[in-house]
């Protein structure tokens, strides 16, 4: 092990399976660490004219058993599918970013922000 956390695993897979896979639309624009069990991302999808999106990723458990980084591979394939009816669900934060499955109204943090609504 290098030393780094499960969390920095996750972030660092995420957009490195996005370049490495051809049919992905994604153009992050900040990814971070939110908790030892959470990254989040903001990111453009060119499919879409809904501005910037954002989610938050949580873990454990692992898309496969004791492997951070299949977490970040498995969450970046499943952002480069279609969004299909989640689209519908979208919630919009003080900072324009349209979030995916933030249902409490807890939105991230996005760091250098100072709006949390």
């Known amino acids: 092990m290098n030393g780094e956390s499960d969390a920095e695993l ?3 897979t995420m957009p ?8 992905s ?7 971070w660490v939110e908790s030892p069990h ?3 991302i903001v990111y453009d999808d060119t499919r879409y004219k809904h501005g910037t999106l954002g989610r938050r990723i949580t873990f454990p458990p692992y898309a496969r058993d004791d492997d951070p980084s299949s977490t970040g591979e498995e969450s970046a394939m499943s952002m480069i599918e279609p969004l299909g009816s ?10 324009g970013i349209s979030w995916l499955a933030v249902l409490d109204g807890g939105f991230p943090r996005v760091p250098g922000s100072d709006d949390q609504k």
């Open 16 to 23: 490195e399976t996005f370049r490495q896979e051809p049919e």
């Open 86 to 95: 989640t689209i519908d669900h979208l919630r919009e934060d003080a900072n």
């Open 25 to 31: 639309t994604i153009i992050v624009r900040e990814a």
């Open 38 to 40: 959470s990254v989040c």
């Open 10 to 12: 996750v972030l660092t």
